[in-house]
């Protein structure tokens, strides 16, 4: 008996040694790696009191500012090597790791595994030749030209629905004589969703005035597929949710995970009546449809078959999820600025109207219209919202074989590269001493109007380096949906700063994000009122 207490005993000092001269060997090989905690590493500072406090992303930027990267790591990283994670800010880096060594550098197992339930073999959550073939086609489909004029019209049509639908809210606030103030980003999540769902199903979801059975479930499948990403045995809870004695009423885990499970099956028998619907279509029908799952389902796969109602279902909500939350994110940040910045919103406004005519005589806008060469001010305002406020603020490829980075970064076999564009955004060393900023004209430039003849000037909108700027990733992962997010921003702004003055209201003027998929804030309350009677 002794003998195999003390045979334990030994193993167990045994282990701790190996993994403590493990962690002073990280230590002594990555110098800022100094106030990682042995097992733990930097979990508490990524996911304790610094997350509680939506301070996460801001000590990372921190940290990078000092050397430009960051290394960080979770518990048990001299183990597991996908805990390790290497954070970088330099654009060179960056294009190393999106670009130059692509195939190196993948989607990994700590992104694929935690995602995979919601978005299955879909886009985003793939590599290989299954991204490839996905690519190849959205890639044709985003550059057909019918495809743009109706995502133009469907954003235009459900822009108007956001604009009189707010007008209905303020006029029942005026009334009842509530000053509680309106939540502008729940607003702009159900208008995105609308928009996206009328896109990529080709139905009409009815969720901009009220709440439906697949906005609500999609909502709580992606708040706790994010949750997964601060819960390091997710898994466990996963597999005892699913064996369904009871363990859900006694362990927040389980019960994520088992209501998580009943979301996606809610979602699931949504698109599944969707495809079966669409499937009664003649060939002829399907062609002439334009929305998202038509076009796939018209499609063959390399064997020539038609795809799989499962694949269908998990491009369809890949593409929700990327159309929507970040959409929505990037709509919140920007009212949030320009009412912060009110010399950026007159400037803006000024730009609307002499691109397209005020509020009463206003030009329906095209999607040639609102390029950035027609409309540069606008565009240039949504990127430094992007800079400042990326709706995705932090993603990672897993390094495959042992690599040295540009800037001599040691990067290990199976560790995570993360590439940071909230980070990035704040970074003095690439965006000067203004960095912290909000300043739209980073990326402009005044030319002459009409050949220096009038002396009259004009705004030219120059376009930063993707690696630089990295809101819509870069490399041949370079965001497929980045014109039609562009669109959908500029038509809603367009349409609700010319019917209304929005400020954020008392109390909420100074605003923080939340931690989930994306970067939502944390709170988005605001005051509006209308400008224009009956517009």
């Not at 919601?118 to 985003?142: C, M, P, T, Y």
């Amino acid at each position: 008996m002794w003998m195999v207490v003390v045979g334990v005993v030994s193993l167990v000092v045994g282990l701790v040694t190996w993994l403590y001269a493990k962690h002073l060997h990280l230590v002594n090989s990555y110098p800022n790696d100094a106030n990682a905690q042995f097992i733990f590493g930097h979990y508490f500072n990524l996911f304790g009191k610094e997350a509680q406090d939506h301070r996460g992303l801001d000590w990372i930027t921190e940290l990078c500012s000092k050397n430009g990267w960051f290394y960080v790591r979770l518990p048990l990283a001299e183990l597991i090597p996908s805990m390790n994670f290497v954070v970088i800010t330099d654009p060179k880096d960056v294009e190393y790791v999106l670009s130059t060594k692509f195939e190196n550098y993948i989607k990994g197992s700590v992104f694929t595994d935690t995602l995979y339930d919601l978005l299955g073999d879909g886009i985003f959550n793939v590599n290989g030749e299954s991204w490839q073939v996905q690519r190849k086609a959205a890639s044709h489909e985003f550059s057909v030209a019918q495809f743009r004029d109706f995502m133009t019209h469907k954003f235009i049509k459900t822009s108007k629905d956001l604009g009189d639908h707010i007008e209905t809210l303020c006029a029942e606030s005026e009334k009842s004589g509530t000053a509680e103030g309106i939540d502008l980003q729940k607003l702009f999540h159900k208008f995105t969703l609308q928009s996206i769902g009328e896109i990529a199903f080709g139905v009409n979801l009815g969720c901009l005035t009220k709440d439906v059975q697949f906005e609500v479930a999609f909502d709580k499948a992606t708040e706790l597929t994010g949750k997964r990403i601060t819960t390091p045995l997710w898994k466990i809870s996963r597999s005892l949710s699913r064996l369904n004695i009871g363990l859900r009423h006694v362990y927040e885990g389980v019960a994520n995970e088992a209501e998580l499970n009943d979301s996606i099956h809610v979602m699931r028998e949504f698109s599944q009546a969707v495809i079966e619907e669409r499937r009664k279509l003649s060939q002829q029908e399907l062609d002439e449809r334009t929305d998202l799952l038509s076009r796939f389902m018209v499609l063959k796969d390399k064997n020539g078959s038609v795809y799989s109602d499962d694949f269908l279902h998990s491009i369809v909500v890949n593409f929700i999820l990327a159309g929507r939350d970040t959409t929505a994110c990037c709509l919140s940040w920007l009212f949030y600025n320009l009412s912060r910045n009110p010399r950026v919103e007159a400037l803006v406004l000024e730009e609307i109207e002499e691109t397209l005519g005020s509020i009463l005589d206003k030009t329906e806008p095209t999607f040639d219209a609102l390029r950035s060469t027609n409309m540069p001010y606008l565009h240039a305002t949504i990127v430094e919202t992007l800079r400042l406020h990326p709706s995705v603020p932090a993603d990672f490829k897993e390094c495959i074989n042992e690599d040295v980075l540009p800037s001599g970064i040691k990067v290990g076999a199976g560790w995570n590269v993360n590439y940071h564009p909230y980070a990035m955004g704040r970074q003095v060393k690439n965006w000067g001493k203004d960095a912290a900023e909000f300043k739209p004209e980073r990326f402009l430039s005044k030319i002459d109007d009409d050949g220096g003849a009038t002396g009259n000037t004009k705004w030219q909108f120059h376009k930063p380096s993707p690696f630089k700027f990295t809101a819509f990733q870069a490399g041949k992962r370079l965001c497929l949906g980045m014109d039609m997010a562009y669109l959908e921003i500029k038509i809603a702004a367009i349409e609700l700063l010319q019917r209304h003055r929005i400020s954020m209201s008392k109390g909420f003027e100074e605003a923080t994000y939340n931690r989930t998929l994306t970067m939502p804030m944390k709170v988005c309350r605001t005051d509006i009122t209308s400008k224009c009677i009956n517009a």
